[in-house]
């Protein structure tokens, strides 16, 4: 199973609106257990990860074990139940990870197998399995995306200096770490006020990875977004959405659109404040399902006090700003996390100088 999830790991980013899942097919051969196929989710309209091992196997997928990360799906979408497959092929044995709550999955998977004579075992590394597919979990669970929220700020609390654009608060390790994590994500979400201010690229920059960068989301009311941005400079390479409000001037919208930005209508923002129901809805609809929150201090204020953040990675610099500077909660510092009673500390380890603060809900832990 730990090898399955390997490979349901290095689909996460790619495979909305679809769940990343690693399948391996097992048999004995000659008393030893072999590998004979294995897969992971393909992009929308390609194989499910059963299928693919299922191929790469062959005749020597009969009599053998198939080792799954989530419940085999029951139900015709792009491609055809995948525990009817498994069962066509003469698997023996399922061995998954995690039940799927997917009201078109939901148990029928297994019942699919059960019917077949097929031997299932279920729950095997399920905490690692639930880790790997949380932005499925939530889609089903909340009706919207998961949301990460991810921040640097200086040793003495704060995000940057307001009219000073991008400041070097993290180290160069911390930065490498985050454009990996960019590459996990369905989408990367940001304000309108952070583009202004930093006229970031928020791509994965690692080498040769810049194909798995994630797709871009401006949150902008009025289309503000400069033509000449990096974010629009970058669109036909890496997708770029804009959340435009209803009072966006139609020759912004259309000028946006003609460079090649997606511009939804999600009315944003409502009497000056967050519209953040609209907007993830907007981002569910579209099948996101795991969103990482890269900026700035507003949208972190209004997703703490509407409760949609699910997780919060904090690199903690060891540069300070002076007092002036912005904080990540607009008046309040990361103590806001410490304070909640939602959230509790997981992780705290260093990176290059770093401290990296890992926070996630307190119900996973009760």
Known sequence: MAAALSFAQRAQGRTWPNPPVGALIVRQQEGQSVIVGQGATMPPGGPHAEVQALRQAGERARGATAYVTLEPCAH???????????????????????????????????????????????????????????????????????????????????????????????????????????????????????????????????????????????????ARLPLNSKLVKSCQDVPLWLLAGEDAEEDRVSALERCGVTVISSNCLRDGHVCLDTVLSALYMRGLSQVMVEGGAHIARAMLDENVIDEALIFKGQGTVSASGLRPFLSEGIEALDRSRRFIRRVERHSDGDTVLHYGRIEEFV
């Open 76 to 222: 015709h979408g792009r491609t055809g139940p995948c525990a009817v497959a498994l069962a066509e092929a003469g698997i023996a044995r399922v061995v998954y990870g995690l039940n799927d709550p997917n009201p078109l999955v939901a148990g029928s998977g297994r019942e699919i197998l059960e019917d077949h004579g097929i031997d299932v075992v279920q729950g095997v590394l399920e905490p690692q399995c639930r880790q790997a597919v949380q932005g499925h979990l939530t889609r089903i669970e909340k009706g919207r995306p998961h949301l990460l929220l991810k921040m640097a700020i200086s040793h003495n609390g704060f995000i940057g200096q307001t009219g000073e654009g991008q400041l070097a608060i993290s180290s160069s390790l911390s930065k490498r770490l985050v454009h990996g994590l960019r590459a996990r994500m369905d989408g990367i979400l940001v304000g309108i006020g952070t583009v202004l201010e930093d006229d970031p690229e928020l791509t994965c920059r690692l080498p040769g990875m810049i194909s798995h960068s994630p797709v871009r989301i401006v949150m902008d009311s009025r």
